[in-house]
């Protein structure tokens, strides 16, 4: 559960905008002066060449990837409207373009895309970073979405998430703002939060805290809402389930769900999975997707969500979906492939419910056509088909283990290989890969990723022994 926390939380820091730790050489901060803007092309709305005396300016920083810069796209459009008259807001978009290759200019199609599919829901200024991202490196952006106000001197006054703008500009605009009362009072708010998110002082104070938070800051609830989701997980399941209804009863601006079906549902206990309610987030998900294509990863999602309680049919539907949607803007092909292997997971999985053998006769020629991606997400796909064939998925691992080169990625499969030999009741042979996933783990030299897997050992054997009383 360690590494799973660590991940979330580094998620969150990702894709919220705050900055638990950083390295404060790296970042650029309030009072510093705001770097010029090396743009390649003004998608959209007059260019900002300069910072002009007197004229307040926003420069927010997005990706056409990144799920919660899209959610903040209107909240933007709405302070770009409210505050007209003294506030410019830009947003610089940085791409996941190859910074070697300065002549292709083939990113520039997501961020017209982009910006051709919000139509009037985007009313700002959109430019785009150059290939080699010199306004990212100058700005010195290590996380999306983050916005930037900018004084009528060209000094950073503020620095945070785009979704809290309206009360920042509203004293901006005003001349009661403080900028180092507000650096303050930011840097001790994502601290606490930090306590919450790893449940510093236990799980009643932490879900205190967080209920006193969302109180208190009622303009950082989108984000807010997900971290009190996150407290409740893995400690009060059905309270984390009623707070998700609540949360699909609500229409909240700015809410990442991308992020959120991806990340908070695997700290729930496997027994407790409501898989049904997940299949409601995952479709609002759906629902509020800018476009067809950022619809294409919450419909995988469906389809690997269906495939887990049988409904393989259906999986099949909305991974086709997935995939053509992906292809819309020339898609990152890896996630097509990958999406491609698991549409013939469902396919196989489908076809085991009216013959076993020539099912895996079928995926094993699927295989040998190079038509599957074999690894880790592959196995695990296949294991969760219903009424499994131990010995092919032993078969499966084997092969997969055999063209795997990474001498750590094999510790997953030894240990799905003791998974299995433990459901097939060899539970000798079930702790003697239990162990060599041990072994095998110690090749990194990390000892919390060698203790992990003597937990995982531990607890095998406290399971064998259950299942033989």
């Not at 001790?188 to 006193?212: C, H, M, P, R």
């Not at 080169?405 to 079930?430: Q, R």
Request: aromatic share 12%; with cysteine; net charge neutral.
């Amino acid at each position: 559960m360690k590494k799973l926390k660590f991940i979330l939380l580094f998620n969150f820091v990702l894709i919220h905008g705050i900055s638990f730790a950083q390295d404060e050489k790296r970042t650029l901060d309030v009072g510093d002066n705001a770097p010029p803007l090396t743009i390649q092309k003004w998608v959209k709305g007059e260019p900002v060449t300069e910072y002009k005396n007197g004229q307040i300016y926003v420069v927010e920083f997005s990706g056409t990837w990144c799920p919660p810069c899209r959610k903040a796209i209107p909240h933007l459009t709405e302070m770009a409207k409210k505050y007209a008259k003294d506030v410019k807001i830009v947003s610089v978009y940085n791409e996941r373009n190859d910074k070697t290759k300065l002549g292709d200019l083939t990113y520039l199609k997501k961020i017209h895309a982009l910006v051709d599919a919000m139509g009037n829901k985007m009313n700002f200024i959109v430019a785009a970073d150059v290939p080699d991202q010199t306004t990212q490196d100058q700005w010195k952006i290590s996380y999306w979405p983050v916005a930037f106000v900018i004084d009528g001197n060209g000094k950073v006054i503020w620095k945070g998430d785009p979704m809290e703008l309206d009360d920042i500009l509203a004293n901006v605009t005003k001349g009661t703002f403080n900028p180092i009362n507000a650096l303050k009072e930011q840097k001790e708010f994502n601290a606490y939060v930090t306590d919450i998110w790893n449940k510093k002082n236990g799980y009643q104070s932490s879900l205190i805290a967080i209920d006193s938070l969302i109180l208190k800051y009622p303009e950082k609830k989108a984000s807010l809402y997900n971290v009190k989701f996150h407290v409740l997980a893995g400690e009060d399941d059905k309270k984390a389930y009623e707070w998700l209804r609540w949360i699909l009863s609500q229409k909240i601006d700015g809410f990442d769900w991308p992020h959120f079906i991806n990340g908070p549902f695997e700290s729930i206990w496997p027994m407790n999975r409501n898989y049904e309610l997940e299949l409601e987030a995952i479709e609002r998900t759906i629902e509020e997707s800018e476009t067809k294509f950022h619809a294409s990863g919450p419909l995988a999602l469906k389809a690997k969500t269906l495939a887990k309680i049988g409904k393989y049919k259906e999986a099949k539907e909305a991974c086709k979906m997935a995939i053509e949607f992906s292809k819309m803007q020339a898609g990152n092909i890896i996630y097509i492939q990958n999406y491609q292997s698991a549409l013939i997971v469902y396919e196989y999985q489908l076809r085991t419910q009216t013959d076993v053998k020539t099912a895996n006769a079928w995926l094993r020629k699927k295989i040998a056509d190079n038509e599957v991606t074999l690894g880790y997400n592959f196995i695990e796909a296949v294991l969760q088909t219903k009424d499994v064939d131990y010995d092919f998925m032993l078969e499966l691992i084997d092969k997969t283990l055999a063209e795997e080169k990474s001498e750590i990625n094999k510790v997953g499969y030894l240990v799905k290989k003791a998974d299995v030999y433990f459901n097939k009741h060899d539970y000798d042979k079930a702790m003697i890969y239990a162990q060599k996933a041990v072994d095998q783990s110690k090749l990194a030299n990390n000892e919390n990723f060698t203790a992990q897997y003597e937990k995982k050992r531990e607890e095998l054997k406290q399971r064998i022994n259950q299942s033989k009383l």
